[in-house]
Nanobody, 125 residues
Framework: QVQLVESGGGLVQAGGSLRLSCAAS????????MGWFRQAPGKEREFVAA????????NYADSVKGRFTISRDNTKNTVILQMNGLKPQDTAVYYC??????????????????WGQGTQVTVSS
């Protein structure tokens, strides 16, 4: 399994931007599809974005489509979530996750093998 560490969270005003990073340690990072999830207080964890092993395929939740962009750099074992046009409803703890598959993007949280500790994103109105 890979170990994941997120960074880049913080406090931002509505309309602003943040860039979340997820650093993976361990071998064969390119064997993993990667995803971002978030969990707001009192709510269930929800899917945000996913990217396949090569970066050639991505998937987004409807709520973030057109505002967020997921990318990866397999030479640096890193996944990025660029978040633009942030809204107060984007406030949550954001988690990076890894799924051992080269088949496709992965949306279902149950299919992910490894999770980071999370990073807080707070968007003020």
């Amino acid at each position: 399994q890979v170990q994941l560490v997120e960074s880049g969270g913080g406090l931002v005003q509505a309309g602003g931007s943040l860039r979340l990073s997820c650093a993976a340690s361990g071998r064969s990072f390119s064997n993993y599809a990667m995803g971002w999830f978030r969990q707001a207080p009192g709510k269930e964890r929800e899917f945000v974005a996913a990217i396949n092993w090569s970066g050639g395929s991505t998937n987004y939740a409807d709520s973030v489509k057109g505002r967020f962009t997921i990318s990866r750099d397999n030479t640096k074992n890193t996944v990025i979530l660029q978040m633009n046009g942030l809204k107060p409803q984007d406030t949550a703890v954001y988690y990076c996750a890894a799924a051992l598959t080269r088949f496709s993007t992965v949306v279902a949280s149950a299919r992910y093998n490894s999770w980071g500790q999370g990073t807080q994103v707070t968007v003020s109105s």
